[in-house]
């Protein structure tokens, strides 16, 4: 079984006729709990792979030997408390107990259940998501689901509200939700709409690389950036999208003259990003646009121009990782 999908949007919808939830930066998760299974879920991935042993910290049911089917995402934190893709990611792809057993004390993660499929032999996925949501509620009662790494996450009435809660917050966005929709398997809904956010600000550049097969005196594909910190340039990512043509030929003719040897970043950039890199002088400011914010690296990155306005002294910041 693969998960019911939800259908971007650009603005969240307002009314009764809607409920609203953060959306969350994390790996989405279907958790079933059974008889043959005892005190222990099989969790299916998005693609309906099992991924059980990815999670053993996770892997409890909260009503042992209880038929119950669940849907959620699975989160973890990075190192400004914010879930984050990517914390997750040496974890995600683990088959290996003991090394899932490992990775777990390292970096723990959370399951947020957000939806009730199935309890002890009824399915519930042709009920309203109102009336899913009060199961799960009531099912969670006060102390939430009991097993260890399993929350339920609250639900908002006010989309506004929560849109720029979330926005001030660096979280990545909303899910609206119809409080009548049914839940369809292996659908994307117009019945759950997404909001992912957007954030925009000015980062220094550092390096850049050619267009990929054009060798080392190729055009201009992408830039590396960074943000001052109290340490130095802190390498924030690499941006390719929202250059190419003219805004290629005159980031070339700017980065041209500011060529030096060595990265001027203080952290060390990841060989993938490293590997045919011209190093520059930190002193040229763009802006770029991102998904979500606080976060070590730039998500889904995208050029959006030059600020010669700025000069990287008006970023200083203190040790901040990419807060909008």
């Known amino acids: 079984m693969r998960p019911m999908l939800a259908t971007p949007t650009t603005e969240v919808p307002s009314g009764e006729r809607w409920s609203h939830e953060v959306k969350w930066d994390g790996v989405r998760v279907l958790a079933r709990g059974g008889a043959d299974l005892g005190d222990a879920v099989r969790m299916t991935s998005r693609n309906d792979n099992e991924v059980t042993v990815a999670w053993p910290d996770l892997s409890t049911s909260p009503l042992p030997g209880r038929d119950l089917l669940v849907d959620g995402e699975v989160i973890a934190l990075n190192e400004r408390g914010l879930p984050d893709f990517r914390t997750l990611q040496e974890r995600m792809h683990v088959r290996r107990a003991a090394t899932a057993a490992a990775l777990a004390d390292r970096v723990p993660a959370t399951y947020m259940v957000f939806d009730l499929l199935a309890l002890d032999g009824e399915d519930l996925t042709g009920l309203a998501w109102a009336e899913r949501r009060a199961r799960l509620e009531d099912l969670a009662g006060p102390d939430g689901l009991g097993a260890t790494g399993w929350q339920v996450p609250a639900a908002y009435d006010d989309g506004a509200m929560l849109l720029e809660a979330t926005r001030t917050q660096g979280l990545e966005g909303v899910v609206s939700k119809r409080r009548d929709s049914r839940y369809a398997f292996e659908r994307r809904s117009p019945h759950w709409l997404k909001l992912a956010h957007r954030h925009r ?122 807060q909008s």
């Open 201 to 322: 600000r000015s980062y220094v550049v550092g390096g850049w690389r050619p267009q990929e097969g054009s060798g080392a005196d190729g055009p201009l594909a992408a830039v590396l950036v960074g943000e001052p910190t109290s340490d130095g340039l802190a390498y924030r990512g690499r941006v390719g999208s929202g250059i190419g043509g003219r805004r290629s030929a005159e980031l070339a003719a700017m980065v041209a003259p500011l060529a030096r040897a060595a990265s001027p970043f203080h952290d060390e950039v990841p060989r993938v990003d490293a590997r045919g890199t011209h190093w520059v002088e930190p002193v040229l400011v763009v802006d770029v646009d991102t998904h979500g914010a606080g976060y070590a690296r730039l998500r889904q990155p995208s050029f959006r121009g030059v600020r010669p306005d700025l000069d990287p002294d008006d970023l200083a910041t203190d040790d901040l990782t990419g």
